[in-house]
């Protein structure tokens, strides 16, 4: 069985036979179909580093080998968890219940459609969110289930669980972060990222940061540096000219009107 290796994607296709059985599942039309391949996206950690980090490279490969043993936990915690939930919900004679026994019958209930690699770890392995884009109790918004390797953690995608399950508070580390954010705009520390590896490009949250850049240049009154960027390089890169000219006026911008407008 070959393992994974990164090729510079953080978004990519995974040949994995054990998910492709279970069908995407269309209880308005009672369609299924097959994906030949599943949808994979790594969550990238906000460090220079140009690749995943080791734990992300190695929870890929724990599910390309152990598949077959994660697809009979999903089987378990439809049957034992998620039926019996959504029984004292809907009621036991709800015509959305039918019989499963085993992971044959999984795409009764559910249709893969994404693995996210988490950008938390524990005992070097990342978390791994799976995404059901169709469920059968549940239609409208579908289900995630977190694993840590083949141990379900839970459904939230906010990464409740697997923080909980790293031994952090939850309410505490998303003030940690709200707290981080509003110093980097309070300190008007904002970069513009460049490669600076000849074989990986920008990681996503790099890409993110330069796509907002001179927007939060012009909204932290850095209007000097905003002017020299864009003469530098800015013009030439894909930025909105009418929503900079936007910010531009309503913060009385004169140095960055005058060379908008000349554009």
């Known amino acids: 069985m070959n393992t994974y290796r990164f090729n510079g994607d953080w978004k990519f296709k995974l040949e994995l036979e054990e998910f492709s059985e279970i069908f995407t599942f269309d209880s308005i039309d009672a369609l299924k179909w097959k994906r030949d391949q599943i949808d994979i996206k790594i969550l990238d950690v906000h460090n220079e580093n140009p690749c995943p980090e080791s734990e992300q490279i190695n929870a890929i490969n724990y599910v390309i080998i152990n598949q077959e043993k994660i697809v009979e936990e999903v089987f378990k915690i439809v049957r034992d968890q998620l039926i019996p939930y959504y029984k004292s919900i809907l009621g036991d004679d709800s015509e959305t219940f039918i019989p499963i026994k085993s992971k044959e019958d999984?795409?009764?209930?559910?249709?893969?459609?994404?693995?996210?690699?988490?950008?938390?770890?524990?005992?070097?392995?990342?978390?791994?969110?799976?995404?059901?884009?169709?469920?059968?109790?549940?239609?409208?918004?579908?289900?995630?289930?977190?694993?840590?390797?083949d141990r379900f953690i839970g459904t939230h995608e906010d990464f409740k669980e697997a923080y909980e399950d790293i031994g952090l508070d939850y309410k505490e580390t998303l003030r940690e972060i709200s707290n981080k954010n509003q110093k980097q705009f309070e300190n008007k520390d904002y970069k513009f990222h460049e490669s600076t590896s000849d074989r990986y490009s920008l990681?996503?949250?790099?890409?993110?940061?330069?796509?907002?850049?001179?927007?939060?240049?012009?909204?932290?009154?850095?209007?000097?540096?905003?002017?020299?960027?864009m003469e530098n390089k800015g013009f030439h890169l894909n930025y909105g000219i009418t929503s900079l000219m936007r910010i531009a006026e309503n913060n009385g911008h004169e140095k960055a009107i005058a060379i908008l407008k000349n554009k």
Request: hydrophobic residues 40%; neutral net charge.
């Open 106 to 149: 999984l795409s009764n209930y559910l249709g893969i459609s994404s693995i996210n690699i988490f950008n938390h770890f524990k005992n070097d392995i990342a978390y791994v969110m799976l995404y059901f884009n169709s469920f059968r109790c549940d239609s409208e918004h579908g289900i995630n289930l977190i694993f840590h390797k």
């Open 203 to 229: 990681k996503p949250w790099q890409q993110q940061e330069n796509s907002i850049y001179p927007f939060r240049l012009l909204q932290t009154d850095q209007q000097d540096k905003f002017v020299a960027f």
